[in-house]
């Protein structure tokens, strides 16, 4: 069992950044692929970015490609999501997932409570 908790979320002007972490508790971290998500009122929720087990590959979705970078530190059992240069088109809840079945299967087992970004024009 994998319990996720995502931080850093908020305000914030268009141009500007924010980084989300989200802490993962149980033991099985450092083997979990791990993912970020974003839903929108009104919208379906969308994989922003993805990552394997050790960092080596990554994915972004084509909205953040070049502004977000993820990436994570297993001895802390955390994944980042870097956001620079955010548009108001960002303004989403976003939540971290964790994934027992692989990077490449993009199927996710567990799921965080989400944390708001707002991006002001």
């Known amino acids: 069992q994998v319990q996720l908790v995502e931080s850093g979320g908020g305000l914030v002007q268009a141009g500007g950044s924010l980084r989300l972490s989200c802490a993962a508790s149980?033991?099985?971290?450092?083997?979990?692929?791990m993912g970020w998500f974003r839903q929108a009122p009104g919208k379906e929720r969308e994989s922003v970015a993805s990552?394997?087990?050790?960092?080596?590959?990554?994915y972004y979705a084509d909205s953040v490609k070049g502004r977000f970078t993820i990436s994570r530190v297993n001895a802390k059992n955390t994944v980042y999501l870097q956001m620079n240069s955010l548009k108001p088109e960002d303004t989403a809840v976003y939540y971290c997932?964790?994934?027992?079945?692989?990077?490449?299967?993009?199927?996710?087992?567990?799921w965080g409570q989400g944390t708001q970004v707002t991006v002001s024009s």
């Open positions: 997932a964790a994934s027992n079945r692989g990077w490449l299967s993009r199927e996710y087992d567990y």
């Open positions: 149980g033991r099985t971290f450092s083997s979990n692929a």
């Open positions: 990552i394997n087990w050790n960092g080596g590959s990554t």
